[in-house]
């Protein structure tokens, strides 16, 4: 009795979610040629991604292969959904971050620029070039650093 070659997903050569990996095995060719194949074909109208997601849904994988095909899909739209998840987590927090640091420095720099205006209108430092409009910026620049400050460390 001859054993049937089945298609599923690798679980040693993959990078994204081993599509490429299982169809080389299955074809018996190194992977990266199936990888080429494919992104030849996300650049011929799209048809490459396309072809790609659909099977990252419906192939199995290396260990759920004898899983029925309706049970492969709702396993991996579960799977991709848990790390699609995941993955817009750690972009939020990525963003979070960059604010935080972006807040920080903005209020620094805001809180360093109203100082020295502050200064120079008080006569303690005399840059000169400082125009009457100026009087009333150090006060809004102080307090607006402050505030961003304040709002950075809840």
Known sequence: ???????????SDKIIAGVCGGVAEYFGVDSIV???????????????LLAYLVMAIIVPSQA????????????????????????????????????????????????SLGSLILLDNYHLLDFGFWSWV??????????TGLAILVRHHD
């Open 64 to 111: 759920k292969v004898e899983q029925t095909p309706e049970k492969t899909v709702r396993d991996n739209v579960v799977d991709y959904r848990v790390r699609v998840g995941e993955a817009a987590q750690k972009v939020k927090q990525g963003f979070v971050e960059r604010r935080n640091t972006l807040r920080s420095w903005l209020g620094w720099g805001l809180l």
């Open 34 to 48: 199936v990888r080429l194949v494919f992104l030849i074909l996300v650049f011929w109208n799209g048809i490459g």
């Open 134 to 143: 100026w009087r009333l910026w150090p006060a809004i620049l102080v307090a």
């Open 1 to 11: 009795m001859s054993q049937t070659k089945k298609l599923y997903r690798s679980e």
